[in-house]
């Protein structure tokens, strides 16, 4: 079976197995989306929607962030990893989208960037889940199960987005970036795996050898 047929069999599968699969990070624009991602660096999705409500509350807009003492978002954000950084970055970038792009969040891959805080990860979750494009973002779930699975064969995440990039149809690499997301936190686990009770099992590159 060659690559690009398996892995559309694979995110079918994933998305009927797992039909919650999106967004894991509360928000309710793109501005909020955009902070939820740069704090969720090291720390789980869970840990940062227990702190956004509180913060979002006393900072809803890139020009409340922007004016905002960074000891006062580390109030709001003391219990996440990182947070000292973060409650500084949040200012920076908040006074970027101010001072740069009208206190507006840019919907461009390459202007999203320049931002601090904003990784090509960064960029991808924004891009998809904020305005709606194609992405495939590469956290370590991605990571480690495009490359378990074997719809990827690299070593690093730039790689691994290229490799799925090359394999998943173009209107599904949000739902794929969800899916992988979802399967690697349930069931494709980094320590003792659950093959058994796998929903792509027959799919796994373990099970044969794909054609190029």
């Not at 006062?72 to 954000?77: S, V």
């Not at 908040?94 to 990784?119: N, S, Y």
């Not at 992405?135 to 690299?154: E, M, P, S, Y």
């Not at 173009?170 to 093959?195: E, N, S, V, Y």
């Amino acid at each position: 079976m060659k690559r690009a047929e398996r892995a559309e069999k694979v995110i079918e599968k994933l998305s009927q197995a797992y039909p919650d699969a999106m967004c894991a990070l509360d928000h309710v624009n793109v501005y909020q989306l955009l902070v939820a991602v740069t704090l969720s660096a090291q720390t789980t999705d869970a840990s940062v929607n227990k702190v956004t409500p509180a913060l979002f509350a006393r900072f809803p807009d890139p020009a409340s962030m922007a004016a905002a003492d960074p000891d006062e978002i580390m109030a709001c954000i003391r219990t996440i990893g990182l947070a000292r950084t973060k409650s500084r970055r949040l200012v920076e970038q908040a006074k970027r989208l101010m001072e740069d792009f009208g206190g507006r969040v840019p919907e461009d891959d390459a202007l999203l960037q320049t931002l601090p805080g904003v990784g090509r990860k960064t960029a991808n979750v924004v891009m998809a889940d904020g305005f709606g494009h194609q992405r495939i973002a590469v956290d370590t779930h991605v990571f480690r199960v495009a490359n378990r699975i074997g719809l990827a064969r690299a070593d690093n995440v730039l790689d691994t987005e290229k490799a799925l990039l090359r394999c998943l149809p173009k209107d599904k690499r949000t739902l794929a970036h969800h899916c992988l997301i979802f399967h690697g936190r349930r069931c494709c686990r980094a320590r003792r795996p659950q093959c058994d009770q796998c929903p792509i099992e027959t799919l796994c590159l373990k099970r044969g050898v794909e054609q190029a």
